[in-house]
């Protein structure tokens, strides 16, 4: 899909031609979509767009859309002056005044080896997930999380909200892609093939059993990867683990003050994700599980069994926790730069961000952080690869 984008006023957005009637649709959508785009159904909103929590959202699985509801609704009325206009490299920079993104385009998709394709990352030519002229190829098996603000760490009124997660703090973030799902058992096995990735044994691995290998599991997440070869697989891939400020900006899809992905209810409703659950619980009789929630799956389940959040994201709580690049400190977040923070310069300890299959409590937050040696491996740890522009 090709979308064009055009100047509304003082507000740039993106408008897909077929959706908004090209420039003359931009000041509709703005005034159905414009901060805080409040709804109270689906038909309040622009064709195609979702009412979620209150609020108009592009539908899942489309940057583009993502990237116009970005510009108005992560932008209180209330930010100061120098809020008000976006990083230099954001995608609504002028270099892009009258580009296009083509969200089809060529490159390595961590889940074609589940539909039997070649899973070969492709060559570095330019063309993958680079502006090329007036066009931004999103590579496959990623979606674009755009460039905006919003706020990190704990949200307001979580009683559950740890030290390490304080204080929260307001970040810029440039755009960057991720993959829409943890990496699959097939897409690792083919970084094994290459060479470039280490065989997982269960003897392997720290805590639980592992994905890799089994029967059945192909397109479930890999579980105890080590974050050294999480990262080998993400460079082979032509990728890189995504930051943790990236991995929460891309957990929240632009919805402020959520505690969870499917928003602030306790204990959640069935579908909201593979946690916890009664399957769970038969299988394993001493642990505590969620009261009456039933996913259907004891541990992982494949990649994408639940709904993605507003930004074409699966799994971003439930399934596996996600290993991201930072080192951990305790106390960054006190100190942590404005803009796409990078995480500390050197540690002992890496992070997992996301809840995962073996966790029952409340603890499926968004702003949840877990400290975890990078040397140690799960059966309920995995990871996704990020890519920058």
Known sequence: MVLSRH???????????????????????????????????????????????????????????????????????????????APADALDSSALDSGAIDSDGPDFDATKDQSGAD??????????????????VVPAGQVLV?????????????????????????????????DKTEVTVAAYAACVAAGACKIITDAECDVGATTYGVAGKDQHPVTCVPWNQ???????????????????RAARAGLENLVSPWGNEWPPTGGAGNL????????????????????GFAETAPVGSFPANAYGLYDMAGNAAEWVSDWYGSTYYGKTPPADPPGPSSGSSRLTRGSNWGIGDSDHRTSSRVVMAPAKSSGAVGFRCGRSL
């Open 119 to 136: 899973s070969t990352p492709a060559a570095a030519d330019g063309t993958d997930g680079t502006a090329n002229g007036d066009v931004l």
């Open 276 to 295: 916890l659950d009664d399957a769970t619980v038969a299988a394993n009789p001493s642990w505590t599980g969620i009261p009456g929630y039933n996913d």
């Open 7 to 85: 100047r509304c006023g003082w507000l740039n957005c993106w408008v897909a031609l077929a959706l908004a009637g090209g420039p003359s649709g931009c000041q509709s959508a703005l005034s159905r979509n414009s901060a805080p785009f409040a709804c109270t159904t689906t038909a309040d909103c622009l064709p195609g767009h979702l009412c979620l929590q209150g609020r108009c959202a592009p539908p899942a699985g489309n940057p583009a859309a993502a990237d116009a509801v970005e510009e108005t609704a992560a932008q209180p009325d209330t930010l100061p002056a120098e809020d008000q206009s």
């Open 230 to 248: 999480a990262d080998a697989f993400c460079t082979w891939a032509q990728r890189r683990l995504p930051t943790e400020a990236e991995w929460e």
């Open 146 to 178: 755009p460039a905006g603000s919003f706020w990190m760490g704990c949200v307001t009124g979580d009683a559950a909200c740890k030290a390490n997660e304080k204080p929260a703090h307001k970040l810029q973030m440039s755009a960057f892609f991720l």
